[in-house]
């Protein structure tokens, strides 16, 4: 069986390492992206044995970067069958009176922007052999605004809307687009959100039990097994004890 190509940024922690752990296993060729080599190095190594993997190090915020570690990739892994844009974070939690300029530009360039350059360069393959499938991970900060996500979830409310967009743009060309909204995942997210303040991270996900980020990588390799006919369009996921964005039942 040939195995599809799946290029998955943000792999070098959270959901986007959780998943290519998991597509390692179930068929696929990975090709993994993040900003820090020595981890993407790591987790290739770990996977070798079960698959082949490509790694590229690049910020997606730099478009000429992310357009030439793209365009630059050896001719036996262009062909991109599964595109996976993961690679986000929040910066920062304040309320938009007192918000920080430099978060509200990270969380743009990286969530929207870098989402839009990485597809730029992968999409045209795609409508080519009229076949792919994307997946964009939203949140459910894309959904429902919360206090002090003001810029977050607006960078995720985005996200919904291209992936909105994809879908019907992509259509004639066969291709899928899914949207994927977690709720609580205990990841890095939290750590990169309050800036390398691990304990009050950790807060976040006190009194409750979070969703991993494998919860996550079952729900992509479900959506990517889905028969040729079918695709799941959107999907949110909470853990049990979320009800929505901004409530939680802590013990
Ligand atoms: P992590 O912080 O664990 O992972 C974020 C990943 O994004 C890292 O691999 C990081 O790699 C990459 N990344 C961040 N900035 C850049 C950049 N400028 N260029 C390239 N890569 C970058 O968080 P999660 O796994 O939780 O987050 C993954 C996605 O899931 C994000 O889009 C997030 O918004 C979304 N999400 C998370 C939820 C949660 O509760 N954790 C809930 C809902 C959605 P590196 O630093 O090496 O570049
Ligand atoms: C990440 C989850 O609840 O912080 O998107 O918005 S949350």
Redesign the pocket.
């Known amino acids: 069986m040939t195995k599809r190509i799946a290029l998955i ?9 959780a998943t290519a752990r998991l597509l390692a296993k179930n068929d696929f060729k990975l090709i993994l ?4 080599a020595e ?1 993407l190095q790591l987790i290739a190594d770990e996977l070798k044995n079960l698959t082949e993997v490509h790694t590229l190090s ?4 730099d478009q000429q970067a992310t357009a030439k570690g793209l365009q630059n990739l050896p001719a036996d892994w262009k062909a991109i069958d599964v595109l996976i844009n ?5 910066h920062g939690l304040d309320p938009i009176q007192t918000g920080v300029i430099a978060d509200w530009d990270a969380m743009i360039d ?2 929207v922007k ?1 989402l839009l350059y990485v597809s730029k360069e992968v999409i045209p393959g795609m409508t080519d052999r009229r076949q792919g499938h994307i997946i964009n ?5 894309g959904k429902e605004v919360y206090p002090n996500g003001n810029v977050y979830c607006a960078s ?1 409310f985005a996200v919904d809307a291209l992936t909105k967009g994809m879908r019907m743009d992509l259509n004639p060309f066969g291709i899928k687009v899914t949207g994927i ?9 939290s750590v ?1 959100r309050f800036k390398g303040d691990e304990e009050k991270a950790s807060t976040v996900y006190k009194g409750f039990e979070p ?1 991993k ?1 494998v919860d996550i990588a079952d729900v992509i390799l479900y959506t990517l097994q889905a028969p040729a006919h079918v695709v799941l369009a959107d999907i949110t996921i909470f853990p049990t004890a979320q009800g929505s964005a901004s409530m939680v039942k802590r013990s």
Do not use: Q, W, Y
Not at 33 to 36: A, D, E, M, T
Not at 58 to 61: G, K, M, N, Q
């Open positions: 940024t943000g792999a070098t922690s959270g959901i986007g390492a992206c993040g900003r820090r981890r690049f910020d997606v915020r993961n690679a986000g974070n929040a990286i969530n870098g991970i939203g949140s459910i900060a995720k909204h977690p709720g609580m995942v205990e990841t890095e997210f990169v969703l980020p």
